[in-house]
């Protein structure tokens, strides 16, 4: 399964993004109007883009290109699944409306995600990141290069406009609707000329792209009580302090886990200000986020639930890293069960374990506490540590990459690398980073 990875260049992956977009769209096309025997539009904005295909390729292309076989479709599978999960909660809370329900269909979750499609769309995926990626990529390099640089962006400033156009109309917030409505006209333009392609062999165009989504109703969207209360339900507000609070306890609780593992006190921090991990802290935020509505839910749906999206998430978090950076922060090759020394089986149970503990012990008693909070005052602080954070961020990642630059001999230049050099040398970030290796 050793396989070396490829730095794909922005370039690559915004090749990658608008082809997947446009054959997403091509595909979810065919397919609904060979079903309906009647055109059907699937393209989320009026572009013939499906940019739910485009970004789950791309998270694919990135974070699954070490893994094959049987691993690399159980992988797919998750990423494709969380995929549509979100987009049917986004798309749902966007339009008021659901796109697709697969509430018919056994082994499904409230109708966004089932069973059978996730394996359809892991299918997909192995396919994709196997052979299609490497194959387009081939593809691109025998065209003309400054034709494709022109189209690409056309297309970027296409689906710009395309989104912010049809944001704006939606929401009413423009102040020139008829400029939108003008550009939002010559999109669609654009669009009939590969509809008649397609209306060749079926039925004319409908409207609706969507004959089975239905208005959702009032009583099925989460409502938020206690308007003076700051941060109710699972908003912004709340979902920044969580990730705060989980950033703080998962960077205490590894140090803790690595004095009594290992016998010595070690820096667990993901930043170079205050004891903080974003990997826990984006973790405790995303799963609050997409599992809130389901915290009441058994333990065992929690659990496995957990332990899917733990496995998943910090597998891609150790290649993003890696790519990144030129470092690995972790290394579990010398535990059994382990995928490319990137997650084990038994870290994977913990992270299960972890969401089962957080949602029936944690979350409640954590909510209670933010929710405390008087609104004005909660509404500034939480913005002082998004500041706080960002700058941190910010100078994290500015402090690593020159940590990576430095081992590899490439000299000082730029003032910004000057400035890593003089704050950030490499005994500092030894200290902060004591397990970030270059890898093999």
Known sequence: MEKSMHQFTGYELLWLFFIYSFGGWILETVLATWKQRKFANRGLVNGSFCVIYGITAVCMAIGLQELDGFWLFIFAVIYATIAEWISGHLIEKAFKERWWDYSERRWNLDGYICLTASLMWGVFGFIT????????????????????KVILLVLAGVLVVDILGSFLLLTGKSSHPERWEAAEHSLDQVESKLRAKIVRFVDRRIHKAYPKAKKTQVSDIPQQTGTKCFAAGCGFYKIVSLFMIGAFLGDITETIFCRVRAGVWMSRSSVVWGPFSIVWGL??????????????RSDRFLFLTGTLLGGAYEYLCSVFTELVFGKVFWDYSKIPFNLGGRINLLYCFFWGFAAVVWFKAFLPKTEKLIEMLPVKAGKVVVWLLVVFMSCNIAVS???LVRYDERSKGVEAVSEWQKWSDTHYDDVRLQKIYPNAIVPK
């Open 397 to 399: 990642c500015m402090a």
């Open 129 to 148: 990141v196997r052979w299609t990626n490497y194959l387009l990529l081939k593809l691109i390099l025998f065209l003309p290069g400054i034709l494709m």
């Open 283 to 296: 973790a405790i935020a995303l799963v609050s986020w997409m599992l809130y509505q389901y915290r009441n």
